[in-house]
């Protein structure tokens, strides 16, 4: 392949997936899947524990002193800002002096692979990643010390504001990976970032650094998978915990667009498997309307689907209730994250695992290097996705359950959390199909 | 005196036209071989459209409509002695041997085989075998071309393009054995993918040949396998390789960026 193609020849990350696509599931493995996470809803509706046994925030088993000293160490966090923001200017570099040839340039794979997926096993593993290494935060910091302010001082944030301008920005950021006519190009890159570092620049100089907290695309992602992660810190001392996921996901905090930023993340992989049918192919490319925008329509309408059905159920389950339940649409919102996770590990493990390297050695020097065999042959590839899902599945049941004995009456407390089951598996089959299409 | 020399350039411009046309009605028609009526003249009747272009060997184009238009296709097949068997496909044309040079007749004609643009050979049937001192007499090359011509040698062509095939001469190709060969008609008509875009199961280590004809130059890529070919207009062009490797690969067009067809191989 070489640059002179024209846009054609940078679709090729297009799928967000490189040069090969995990095989369709067969239709064996998405019926395993299937019954298990069917199965495993009802045991859990039967079995699980009545009363409610997750702390949230105040678990955890605190890590020894040796290795809170160094994680909490002026040098460490210096490190992690030098990295980020190192890693922010290699890509910008890229993207304004690269070739236009996304084999030739690691900028693309950089953000879409590393970054992007990259920062769920690495949330999984050490927790909120993003927020010590965004390069956003640092030039604010930056910028704040030329001026002599304190990057905490600011506006105080809107109450309503919550999580939505995350949601907003995780939105654009898969339409841009998912829709965009050319995502891997330079031009499309820049403008998304140019764009994105100015939003949130501007809003950290207005309302303070708290503004990346919630606001900040990226750093709400990692932060919501990292809900499942054993590392964690305790608010009330600050001490670094090993606690069990379901803990964590347990504190995800209950902010206006919470349910919007899950929905975004669901709606947007689910797309990204839907996109790959030769049903939709041909969809979009006969459609009157132009590939763009009916390809636009489709992420839409992905997403929404997934809020939509989400509403429904909330809905339902405040009529099984009575009305007892404040909030029932975000009260239940943390216990998607686990199916999103399932539907993220299921989608792009392989691109991670073969781009992910491939993109490390263009940015090491190599010229056009081959993309590595994924690790998984096809039998294991499938195993792992529907492994993926249907723990993911199994997750958001045991969170939702905990939280449904919580907030509802005991006597209605089964009851009460069947519409949220029963979506569960709406969402849990729906991720085996997409993947068998 | 400005005004004057624009009129007089006219004059003489009209003037050497009178006369380049007069000199060429005044030059004797060569007498032939061809039956009275028929010439090396081309026909302008009523089969097709004659176009001021030509195939690249000095022969001009004659354009039908695309429906009912000719068709050709063409596959190689290594021979056990010698050389190459060629074989052409034609839909809407027969081979009028007995009456070439002619009259051109709708969908009646030869076909002629090109070597990397070298004419090679006239071809009057569906086989025709291509012996390798003929092939070495041609410069060598891998890439043969076969085009329909009508009987006056002016060549059928659709949207301007001489309705043409190509195949590749390398041992790639050889292995046709329909046993282990799974084929992949597409066309592209106006952006439209005909069949649509769908899903071609293929058993690990068959070979895959894929067979496609573009209205439009493009680039075809297929994915994983990186194999590439360019899509001349109006050609069938041939495709083959061994699926070697698993998993889903796409094979598109990189000009018009359409999926044609996705090769699942496990």
Redesign the interface.
């Known amino acids: 392949?070489t640059g002179t193609?024209?846009?054609?020849?940078v679709?090729?990350l297009a799928?967000g997936i490189g040069?090969?696509?995990?095989?369709?599931l067969s239709p064996f493995y998405a019926f395993a899947g299937a019954f298990a996470a069917l199965f495993v809803s009802f045991l859990a509706l039967g079995l699980l524990w009545s009363h409610s046994r997750f702390k949230g925030e105040r678990a955890g088993r605190p890590l020894p002193a040796a290795v809170q000293r160094p994680a909490d160490a002026r040098a460490t966090r210096l490190a992690a800002r030098t990295l980020g923001l190192g890693a922010a200017l290699f890509v910008v570099l890229w993207l304004l002096l690269g070739p236009a040839d996304p084999d030739r340039n690691p900028a693309p794979g950089a953000v879409y692979v590393l970054l992007w997926v990259g920062l769920v096993p690495a949330s999984l593993l050490l927790g909120p990643v993003w927020r010590p290494l965004n390069p956003l935060r640092t030039l604010h910091l930056l910028a704040c010390r030329a001026f002599r302010r304190t990057p905490e001082s600011g506006r105080p944030l809107p109450v309503r504001l919550g999580m939505w301008p995350a949601a907003a920005g995780l939105l654009a950021f898969t339409w841009l990976e998912l829709v965009a006519p050319d995502p891997a190009s330079s031009t499309a890159l820049l403008v998304f970032l140019g764009v994105h570092a100015a939003v949130h620049l501007t809003g950290a100089a207005v309302y303070g650094a708290h503004w990346f907290d919630h606001a900040d695309a990226f750093e709400v992602y990692s932060g919501l998978l990292a809900r499942l992660s054993p590392l964690g810190r305790r608010p009330a001392d600050g001490r670094l915990v090993v606690r069990s996921p379901f803990n964590g996901l347990d504190a995800t905090p209950q902010l206006p667009g919470l349910v919007a930023t899950v929905c975004v993340m669901l709606g947007s992989t689910a797309y990204d498997g839907f996109s790959?049918a030769?049903r939709w192919?041909?969809t979009v490319?006969?459609s009157a309307l132009g590939r763009t925008t009916t390809a636009t329509l489709g992420l839409l309408a992905a997403v929404a689907l997934v809020a939509t059905l989400y509403a429904l159920c909330a809905g339902a389950t405040r009529l099984v209730c009575g009305g007892g339940l404040p909030r029932p649409l975000t009260a239940f919102a943390h216990s998607l994250v686990p199916i999103a996770l399932g539907y993220l590990v299921a989608h792009y493990f392989t691109l991670f695992a073969t781009e992910g390297p491939r993109t490390l050695a263009l940015a090491s020097g190599a010229d056009r290097p081959e993309a590595p065999e994924?690790p998984l042959?096809?039998g294991g590839v499938a195993t792992l996705q529907v492994f993926a899902i249907v723990t993911g599945h199994v997750l958001g049941v045991i969170a939702a359950h905990d939280r449904s004995v919580r907030l509802m009456p005991p006597r209605r407390a089964v009851i009460g959390q069947l519409p949220l089951l029963v979506l569960m598996i709406a969402y849990t089959v729906g991720g085996l199909a997409l993947l068998i299409a | 005196m400005n005004r004057a020399r624009p009129a007089r350039t006219a004059l003489a411009l009209l003037t050497a036209a009178v006369l380049a046309l007069g000199a060429g009605a005044c030059g004797g028609r060569a007498t032939t071989h061809h039956k009275p009526g028929t010439s090396h003249a081309e026909d302008t009747g009523s089969n097709g459209r004659l176009l001021k272009a030509d195939d690249g060997d000095g022969n001009r184009l004659r354009q039908v409509d695309a429906d009912g238009a000719p068709e050709v296709d063409l596959a190689v097949r290594p021979d056990s002695e010698d050389g190459w068997n060629v074989h052409l496909t034609v839909r809407n044309f027969r081979f009028t041997p007995d009456s070439v040079g002619g009259g051109a007749l709708a969908g009646r004609g030869h076909a002629r085989l090109f070597l990397d643009g070298h004419p090679l050979a006239r071809v009057y049937g569906a086989w025709f075998h291509l012996p390798e001192s003929l092939l070495r007499a041609a410069g060598g090359g891998t890439r043969l071309t076969a085009g329909l011509y009508a009987d006056d040698h002016t060549a059928w062509a659709v949207g301007s393009a001489p309705v043409r095939a190509t195949a590749t001469l390398t041992s790639a190709s050889a292995s046709t054995d329909d046993d282990t060969t799974t084929t992949v008609d597409v066309a592209i008509r106006g952006?439209?993918?005909t069949p649509?875009?769908?899903?071609t199961e293929i058993a690990k280590g068959r070979t895959v040949r894929l067979r496609v004809r573009s209205d439009h130059d493009d680039?075809l890529?297929v994915?994983?396998y990186?194999k590439?070919a360019k899509l001349p207009a109006g050609r069938a062009v041939t495709v083959t390789f061994t699926a070697d490797?698993?998993?889903?690969?796409?094979v598109?067009?990189?000009?018009?960026?359409?999926?044609l067809?996705?090769l699942?191989v496990?």
């Open positions: 392949m193609w024209g846009p054609g020849a679709r090729v799928h040069a090969q696509h995990d095989l369709p790959d030769p192919i041909t490319q006969t994924p042959g096809p | 952006g439209k993918v649509a875009p769908g899903r680039v890529h994915h994983g990186d590439e490797r698993t998993g889903l690969f796409e598109e067009t990189h000009e018009s960026d359409l999926l067809t996705q699942v496990r």
